[in-house]
């Protein structure tokens, strides 16, 4: 009795986090378009969880391969078979991990599931039907830091590595400090670490979290911050959301909404119109050109040559056979 409560419980947990996992908000649903390529978050049919699609644009954006959808895409439109595309699309599940941020909800972790030992956690922001992956958090508790998250490639198709290193930053009025935080197997804790500059003591979290790994910004049982760097004047390289709860350091969006397409067929027909596209014919080599051969000057000065003269004649006496 005792061991089925227990299953029971479990399979209870399991169902409760994964309905909580998969809210994706709203506004990341329909589809965007970045440098390489195209992305279409939709909603299964079946149980309402987000779907990921991802359409590469390969041959330098000339064609637009159906690389990540889920198997029923290829029953409502066939996949073509050619040197660009795989025989079966890659299926990559995702799961909202977390939130980022108390009051933006656009501020997500996202969890893909390549394999059962293959994932990657993809922090993502949404402002102004723009999607941006370098992004800092406001703590609400400690205004002045701003958490960082992992820098990632964004939505990829296969697993990436991870850089070992997390920065975030200390904002007091036009002053921003560049703090380091690196991956660490201590335990994690809810002590402060602490620097001074100018006579003023700053304090942020010793320990911060993003994807599955701990980050410290300070070795051991340490407190004090060493070394710290000259901080820089805020410029116009540093952007703000409207209440100041996110910071962007992107100089340009990773993806960007397309307004004009947002249902499953939108997406069918931007793939139809994109590999209906013929690329131009390169320009010639050697453009055109007024030549003045002066055949004048050219005759003039074979008259005179013997060895032309003589080949002259063969060919006159060579058509007069004829």
């Given at each position: ?243 100041k709860s996110i910071l962007i350091l ?73």
């Open positions: 009795m005792k061991n089925s409560i227990k299953v029971f419980f479990y399979i209870s947990f399991f169902l409760l986090f994964n309905l909580f996992a998969q809210q994706l908000p709203q506004d990341f649903y329909g589809l965007w378009e970045g440098k390489d390529r195209f992305v279409f978050f939709e909603k299964n049919s079946e149980n309402q969880s987000p779907e990921l699609v991802v359409l590469l644009k390969t041959y330098y954006g000339w064609y637009y391969d159906r690389v990540s959808e889920p198997e029923s895409y290829g029953q409502k439109v066939k996949r073509e078979r050619n040197t660009a595309t795989t025989k079966e699309p890659v299926h990559i599940n995702i799961l909202v991990n977390k939130n980022l941020s108390e009051n933006n909800p656009n501020a997500i972790e996202l969890l893909l599931e390549y394999s059962n030992s293959q994932k990657n956690y993809i922090p993502l922001y949404l402002y102004d039907d723009k999607i941006y992956l370098d992004f800092y958090v406001q703590n609400p508790q400690n205004p002045m830091f701003y958490q960082g998250n992992i820098q990632t490639h964004g939505l990829m198709i296969s697993p990436q590595a991870v850089d070992e290193n997390i920065t975030a930053f200390i904002i007091d009025q036009d002053k921003i400090f560049n703090i380091r935080y690196w991956k660490s197997n201590m335990l994690f804790s809810d002590d402060s670490a602490t620097f001074n500059w100018e006579e003023k003591d700053y304090y942020l979290p010793k320990h911060i979290y993003s994807g599955k790994n701990n980050y410290s910004c300070v070795n051991g049982r340490a407190v004090k911050i060493r070394n710290i760097q000259a901080p820089e004047k805020i410029s116009e390289n540093y952007n703000f959301n409207s209440d992107d100089k340009e969006a990773y993806l960007i909404k397309l307004m004009d397409y947002q249902t499953l067929e939108d997406y069918f027909n931007l793939i139809v119109k994109g590999n209906s596209r013929r690329k131009p014919e390169p320009p010639p080599l050697f453009g055109p050109d007024d030549l003045n051969w002066h055949w004048d000057v050219i005759n003039q000065l074979q008259k005179d040559n013997p060895l032309i003269q003589e080949v002259r004649k063969r060919q006159k006496d060579f058509a007069n056979q004829k």
